[in-house]
């Protein structure tokens, strides 16, 4: 067995950004492990661009975004195990893997899992029908076609109006293909505003609403689909269902973060996130492991995920240098329109800023956040729009924390 | 003329109004200056940054990403795309590589390293 002080499991956004940061803050025995040949995660294959606005103050492509990142991890000598699957962690940080050289086990002073997502795959869809060639997750699509070169189809419906799907409905116009439709179940789009409008506004691809797919049709290959309006319950309405003629269905229904590892190791989940319950470092309930990115939580946008990478990369530093501490923590609580609250502790007695992140249940006009304690408000914020697609952020200042003693909730009403 | 339109320029995506009766036009809805521009560029000349990706003939499955270094004018979204289809690279290219010159005013650039 090898020791090294911070083991990052995966090599994406949120790898690379919490080991460059773990080192910057004295931690320098750092080691990768990632399961690609190349650092950068799914950003190899995002080659549109938008990316690093927020965080880098320039608009890069994803694997442009990727590489400032692998760069930083490079310049600082992090060892990086690729080519390398991580197979478990147990609880006293013990990650065991396996690559061309055999089995490695490397006993690590802290973990910081950042293992990413994966898509929801046509399995748990229970869309009925045939089994045809032709029915890809948007984002198998998206590297068959950005990093292999592959023509996925030519005429093409995609059922799920998240940004892959968008994303992927422009590259396939532009590659020539004919996308026929988006189809999305809810009665909103669970994607951005403005991706509706340059991926699908742009290239004339109408978006259908409360719609989905409820046949796929063909024997070798999709020779079409049936695709109906919903009601409120998402049952499919008879009257309203429709054929349309295509050779590809492309799945943009939703992420799941890819967790097998944390709960194999028994670190506390959430039933709403499908990521670790953390603190503000993003520390899981099992001290010295810590949890960042799309494993924690499904992020819009990769600059969130570099920054909540950045706080786990410190955490992690931190608690191996024996300097992050140990403090009593409070609740964070969802309450009226608010699906969930991230971080889901958070401790008292750190006199630090802590930025909450959530997600509303539904569409909203203007809005009024409020995060209380009891009766204390610590924090309020007005946003003109609110939507399950876009995550929301919210800073409570250190001093507002100073004396309180009852959970944090965040909720919102709508203001005029 | 009274534009509503959405704001690309970052994941904001601000509702901006246009007012394209006067001269300049006035834009509200933005939250920073680009939301300004992009208004005033939306109902004038729209333009938009092309990404794509280009066969890389010296090996084999593989492609690399490029993209406009400039936005270029919407309407000739497609005829980029056919000049980025009709051209190869060879690799070694790495990051900011120009590939191909004036098309539609601007360069394609490489945006992955093969090496």
Known sequence: MTEHDIVVIGGG????????????????????LDRDEHLGGILNQCIHNGFGLHKLGRELTGPEYAAVYAEKVAERGIRVYDKTMVT????????TAQNKDGMLEIKAK???LAMGCRERPRGALSIPGARPAGVYSAGTAQKLVNCMGYAVGKKVV????GDIGLIMARRMSLQGAKVEAVCEIMPYSGGLTRNIVQCLEDFGIPLYLSTTVAEIHGKKRVEGVTI????ENRRVIESTKRYIPCDTLLLSCGLIPENELTSSAGIAMSGI?????VDEYRQTETAGIFACGNVLQVHDLVDYVSDEAELAGIGAARFVKGTLGTFETIETKPENGVRYVLPQRVSLGRNEDVSLFLRVVKPFGKVRFTVKSGDTVLANAVRLKAAPGEMEKLTVRAEKMQNITEPITVCLEEVQ | MKRELTCIICPRGCTLSVDTDVTPAVVTGNSC?????????????PVRTVTAIMRVANREDTMVSVKTAAPIPKEHIFDCMAEINRTTVDAPVKIGQKVLTNVFGTDIIVTKKIL
Request: proline share 4%.
């Open chain 1, 13 to 32: 956004p949120a790898g690379m950004a919490a080991a460059v940061a773990a080192f910057d803050n004295g931690v320098t025995d750092v080691v990768i």
């Open chain 1, 88 to 95: 478990a962690v147990s609880k006293d940080r013990i990650v």
């Open chain 1, 110 to 112: 802290a973990v910081i």
């Open chain 1, 158 to 161: 995609i059922l799920g109006s």
């Open chain 1, 228 to 231: 109906a309006q919903v009601d």
């Open chain 1, 273 to 277: 996130t499908s990521g670790a319950l």
């Open chain 2, 33 to 45: 200056p680009k939301g300004e521009t992009y208004g005033i560029e939306e109902c004038t000349h």
